[in-house]
C-alpha cells in the first residue's frame, strides 16, 4: 500500500539554524499538509498545500516557516531560524487521490513523522 | 467551531479483555469522524472513519466506533485486546463533504497499555 515517507527520522539541530524537513506525499494524492505535535501536547495544524499554493495556513505558521514542492514528488518544510520551541515532532501527510477525486471525505494519510530537537 | 474530548488520557485493560476509548464532539454540524493510532515511534495510522454513512463502523485489527449523535460521541471498542494493541489512539473531527481537503482537529490522546 503506497505511504507517506519523511526523513530524517530524527533531526537535531542549533537554535538560529535553518533546517529542512523532506516529505513525499502519496503520488496521486492532492492535498497535502504539515502537522506538528510539541512533546505531551495536541496535534496540531501547521499549513496545507494544493495546485502548488499554500491553501490554509495556522498561527503557528509564521514567516520563520515557508513550504515548497520543489519537483513532482518532494513537500518540504523550511524553518529558518529554528527557536527551542520549535522542538516537535513533525508530521506531513497527504489526502484525495486523484483518480477518485469526489466530495467525499477523503481521510488524511500520515507519514512517520521527522522528531527535531533544537538545542 | 468543532473540538473533540478524549475523556481519558491512559486506559489500562488486560490482554483478552475488552477496550473502551472513549471521545466526544463538538460541532455545528454533523462531522466526519476518525480514529488513529499511533504506536511508538511510528507515524499516525488511520483505523477507521465515519462520514454519515452507517452509523457503526468497523476498522482495521477488530476495531469498531459507534457514532452517536444524542450523545455526541465517537467511541472506539474492541471485543478482547492484543498486547500488540498497546499504543496512543488519537479521535479526529472533521468538517462534513469536505471534499479532498480535511481540516482536521485532533483530540488530546489516550495510551492504550495491555497487561499481559
Known amino acids: 500500500e503506497p505511504e507517506v515517507t519523511q526523513t530524517p527520522s530524527h533531526q537535531v539541530t542549533q537554535m538560529g539554524q535553518e533546517v529542512i524537513l523532506r516529505c513525499v506525499p502519496i503520488?496521486?494524492?492532492?492535498?497535502f499538509y504539515w502537522y506538528r505535535q510539541i512533546l505531551g501536547q495536541k496535534v496540531e495544524f501547521l499549513v496545507s498545500?494544493?495546485?502548488?499554493?499554500?491553501?490554509?495556513k495556522s498561527e503557528i505558521f509564521d514567516d520563520q516557516f515557508s513550504v515548497e514542492r520543489p519537483d513532482g514528488s518532494n513537500f518540504t518544510l523550511k524553518i529558518r531560524s529554528t527557536k527551542l520551541e520549535d522542538s516537535a515532532m513533525y508530521f506531513c501527510a497527504s489526502s484525495a487521490e486523484l483518480e477518485t477525486f469526489t466530495w467525499y471525505n477523503s481521510p488524511l494519510h500520515f507519514g512517520n513523522g521527522t522528531r527535531l530537537t533544537v538545542t | 467551531a468543532q473540538s473533540v474530548t478524549q475523556l481519558d488520557s491512559h486506559v489500562s485493560v488486560s490482554e483478552g479483555t475488552p477496550v473502551l476509548l472513549r471521545c466526544n464532539y463538538s460541532s455545528s454540524y454533523s462531522p466526519s469522524l476518525f480514529w488513529y493510532v499511533q504506536h511508538p515511534n511510528k507515524g499516525l495510522q488511520l483505523l477507521l472513519k465515519?462520514?454519515?454513512?452507517?452509523?457503526l463502523v468497523k476498522g482495521i485489527n477488530g476495531f469498531e466506533a459507534e457514532f452517536k449523535k444524542s450523545e455526541t460521541s465517537f467511541h472506539l471498542t474492541k471485543p478482547s485486546a492484543h498486547m500488540s494493541d498497546a499504543a496512543e489512539y488519537f479521535c479526529v473531527v472533521s468538517p462534513p463533504n469536505s471534499g479532498g481537503y480535511q481540516k482536521v482537529t485532533f483530540g488530546t490522546g489516550t495510551k492504550l497499555q495491555v497487561i499481559p
Open positions: 503520488s496521486n494524492h492532492l492535498y
Open positions: 465515519y462520514t454519515s454513512a452507517a452509523t
Open positions: 498545500f494544493y495546485n502548488n499554493e499554500i491553501s490554509e
